[in-house]
């Protein structure tokens, strides 16, 4: 005769339980997986279409001999960069929506709906149009670096805030709405006194474009992501623990405060570089978590590096959409990321789970 199944205290099936656990892991690495296999496939497409038309020859003679003529010019100076910076901005851009969402417990938190974005815009306005310059600043990273300095500004405003109010969600939420609406009339203002070649470029930064990418803050922002990211994975199943609720996260012996202090310091370095590299991006980081919650649900393991996934897989799809939507044309990804995430942002609102 088989043994019989160990019984836990309550009848149930204990066996059975890890079993099903353990087929759940699975089905949550093999989800995983597939989304590291559709960014590279995404990659090398990204990598191979473009304007230039260049056939996978060429491209595999520039990839392999750098400097050989104009073709390795497109593949190291604009391509490649391009791809990179692509499925960066949206790793740091869906890992800290994803943490914002969990520690507001707010489905439309994100660094675009919260302000940061605004804040960043707000910072190259003044860069751009008021030729502000700080001493000891490069003349190339000038809008960049106020660009950042403003969004990691607003973001500890937001838990400045946070703790004045004793850490009310919904406090922080509307004060972020209200920093959108702020930076965007103090962006408008710039707007209006900036002249015509100001203007052109304010503009442009404002739309999110890839096309300012290069190696140096390709690799600032590898190594903000490769810094940040494991903190925020060993921060986990405190995460998860939220998600339960407060009582029960602090029940657990989870220090709610101190876990949204460390939470917004990581949102705020991960977005404001993501930012202020490629200007307004929105609606990434707030559909890539929900898409990664539908796909492997809310233990934070798993969680983050889905949303983080899924955002790097959503950007680059949207890079090369950008590329070749308009034949000769880049438009800025800006354009197509709200264009995608607006019906994803409705779907939100209007049912309140995705």
């Known amino acids: 005769m088989p043994p019989a199944p160990v019984m836990d205290v309550k009848g149930m099936n204990v066996q059975g339980m890890h079993t099903a656990y353990r087929r759940l892991h699975r089905r949550r690495?093999?989800?995983?997986?597939?989304?590291?296999?559709?960014?590279?496939?995404?990659?090398?497409?990204?990598?191979?279409?473009?304007?230039?038309?260049?056939?996978?020859?060429?491209?595999?003679?520039?990839?392999?001999?750098?400097?050989?003529?104009?073709?390795?010019?497109?593949?190291?100076?604009?391509?490649?960069?391009?791809?990179?910076?692509?499925?960066?901005?949206?790793?740091?851009?869906?890992?800290?929506?994803?943490?914002?969402?969990?520690?507001?417990?707010?489905?439309?938190a994100s660094p675009f709906t919260l302000g940061v974005s605004a804040a960043a815009a707000f910072g190259a306005s003044l860069a751009i149009v008021l030729d502000w310059r700080l001493p000891y600043i490069p003349e190339d990273w000038m809008i960049p670096f106020e660009a950042f300095l403003f969004a990691v500004g607003s973001a500890l405003l937001l838990e400045l805030v946070s703790r004045l109010r004793g850490h009310s969600t919904s406090m922080v939420v509307l004060f972020g709405i209200a920093l959108v609406f702020t930076f965007q009339a103090l962006v408008s203002l710039m707007q209006f006194i900036a002249d015509e070649d100001a203007l052109q470029e304010l503009v442009f930064w404002t739309m999110g474009s890839l096309t300012r990418a290069d190696w140096p803050k390709i690799t600032v922002l590898a190594l903000g992501c490769a810094i940040v990211l494991p903190f925020s994975w060993r921060a986990a199943p405190a995460l998860t623990a939220l998600r339960l609720g407060e009582d029960r996260a602090a029940s657990y012996g989870v220090n709610i405060r101190h876990l949204r202090i460390w939470a917004l310091l990581r949102i705020s370095i991960l977005s404001a570089l993501a930012v202020s590299f490629v200007g307004t991006i929105g609606f990434v980081g707030l559909v890539a978590p929900h898409i990664a919650r539908r796909l492997v649900g809310e233990d934070h393991r798993f969680y983050l590096p889905a949303a983080a996934l899924c955002g790097g897989l959503i950007l680059s799809l949207a890079s090369i959409a950008a590329k070749n939507l308009l034949p000769g044309v880049v438009i800025p990804i800006g354009i197509v990321t709200a264009l995608v995430g607006i019906p994803f942002f409705l779907a939100i609102v209007l049912k309140r789970r995705i």
């Open 29 to 108: 690495m093999a989800v995983l997986a597939v989304l590291g296999v559709l960014i590279c496939l995404s990659l090398l497409l990204d990598f191979s279409l473009g304007p230039a038309g260049l056939t996978p020859v060429q491209l595999w003679h520039a990839l392999w001999h750098p400097g050989a003529g104009t073709a390795s010019i497109i593949v190291w100076h604009i391509r490649l960069p391009y791809a990179l910076m692509a499925l960066l901005v949206g790793i740091a851009l869906s890992a800290s929506g994803a943490e914002m969402q969990t520690i507001l417990d707010n489905p439309l």
